[in-house]
């Protein structure tokens, strides 16, 4: 399936989560943003977790929730990765003293809570929303929207 229109998985176990986030991790690239929306506990950080570990290489890497530092920094094969969790932050005005520029100029980013970018969301950027399935506690429902250039690269980059 290409992913230009976006995608929609239902009913997720852990397992099958985890193999989304390692093409994720396949599938990005330097200067790639990646948002993670969803309410607490739905899995953002998980997903992240999951991410990082596939794409370092790394089953015990630890990457924990960046809650209270805001950001958090991890070197990967494929360079910098940056994972934001924007929970605490009070003003949009804040993303610049967390290394909001050198992270769109020189890394990954991964960003739970995107809404708080106000008008720093950029113009190009992959949308994962990740919600509780009906089904069970332990099972998620994911929706992945691309925007701007992400529509054209999806659709020939992305297959699942």
Excluded: C
């Amino acid at each position: 399936m290409s992913i230009k229109n976006g995608l929609v998985y239902t009913d997720l176990s852990r397992e099958a989560l985890g193999k989304i986030a390692a093409k994720l991790a396949d599938f990005v690239r330097m200067g790639d943003v990646v948002l993670l929306e969803g309410n607490l506990g739905a899995g953002k950080t998980e997903f992240t977790r999951i991410f990082l570990r596939h794409l370092t290489g790394k089953n015990d890497l630890s990457v924990p929730s960046p809650t209270f530092t805001l950001v958090q920094q991890y070197d990967t094969p494929k360079g910098e990765v940056w994972h934001f969790d924007l929970y605490r932050l009070e003003d949009p005005l804040e993303i610049e003293e967390i290394g909001w520029t050198e992270a769109l100029t020189h890394g990954i980013s991964l960003i739970e809570w995107p809404d708080r970018l106000g008008p720093y969301l950029p113009e190009d950027y992959l949308r994962l929303k990740l919600d509780f399935s009906e089904k069970g506690e332990d099972l998620r429902n994911i929706s992945i929207t691309p925007h701007g250039t992400y529509q054209t690269r999806a659709a020939t980059d992305w297959k699942i």
